[in-house]
T-cell receptor
Framework: AQSVTQPDIHITVSEGASLELRCNYSYGATPYLFWYVQSPGQGLQLLLK??????LVQGIKGFEAEFKRSQSSFNLRKPSVHWSDAAEYFC????????????FGKGTHLIIQP | SAVISQKPSRDICQRGTSLTIQCQVDSQVTMMFWYRQQPGQSLTLIATANQGSEATYESGFVIDKFPISRPNLTFSTLTVSNMSPEDSSIYLC??????????????FGSGTRLTVV
């Protein structure tokens, strides 16, 4: 069975600073990896996903993530955060093909300092 | 991507009662997924609903507690039965749609916030 670890429960970043959220996965085959954002009282919004190909994936809102198979990681980055980026971020892994649901990490709560 | 309508958006229910949550998708999909998000927690998959067959439940979830219907390719319901305060959570439905190069995207409904008193 697959699993996802997000080591950081909370992260505080100053507005304008760079951001990296960590995600490690465990899955025996090629993983399908996702990052979602959930703002307070809102639903889940897909930031980006990785299936294959280029290991650096560009997403919405200026986010990117890099898949590193050797480290079983899929870290999310943003060069300069905005106050509106404050939210809960979830990394998830799927088995591909759309027949199975996703396994989510516990999430990282991002706080933006002015 | 698909548009998912989920009803109700929130409800407050008495313990011992049941609530049925509806999920309507604007396109035909093979699989629909139901998740639970307990307060301050991550999402946990409850079950996968395939049209025309019994839903498949994840470990820790049983059909008697969370019966699911899937009458057609655009609609599903999840019932939370004999509720207790521990069932207070956000319940979300999700679908997977095949995109370019067979890459699947998972879209989520806005969720049903359930409070059991």
């Amino acid at each position: 069975a697959q699993s996802v670890t997000q080591p950081d429960i909370h992260i505080t970043v100053s507005e304008g600073a760079s951001l990296e959220l960590r995600c490690n996965y465990s899955y025996g085959a090629t993983p399908y990896l996702f990052w979602y954002v959930q703002s307070p009282g809102q639903g889940l919004q897909l930031l980006l996903k990785y299936f294959s190909g280029d290991t650096l994936v560009q997403g919405i809102k200026g986010f990117e993530a890099e898949f590193k198979r050797s480290q079983s990681s899929f870290n999310l980055r943003k060069p300069s955060v905005h106050w509106s980026d404050a939210a809960e971020y979830f990394c998830a892994v799927g088995t591909g093909g759309g027949a199975d649901g996703l396994t989510f990490g516990k999430g990282t709560h991002l706080i933006i300092q002015p | 991507s698909a548009v998912i309508s989920q009803k109700p958006s929130r409800d407050i229910c008495q313990r011992g009662t049941s609530l049925t949550i509806q999920c309507q998708v604007d396109s035909q999909v093979t699989m629909m997924f139901w998740y639970r998000q307990q307060p301050g927690q991550s999402l946990t998959l409850i079950a996968t609903a395939n049209q025309g067959s019994e839903a498949t439940y994840e470990s820790g979830f049983v059909i008697d507690k969370f019966p699911i219907s899937r009458p057609n390719l655009t609609f599903s319901t999840l019932t939370v039965s004999n509720m207790s305060p521990e069932d207070s959570s956000i319940y979300l439905c999700s679908v997977a749609l095949e995109g370019v190069s067979s890459n699947y995207g998972y879209t989520f409904g806005s969720g049903t916030r359930l409070t059991v008193v």
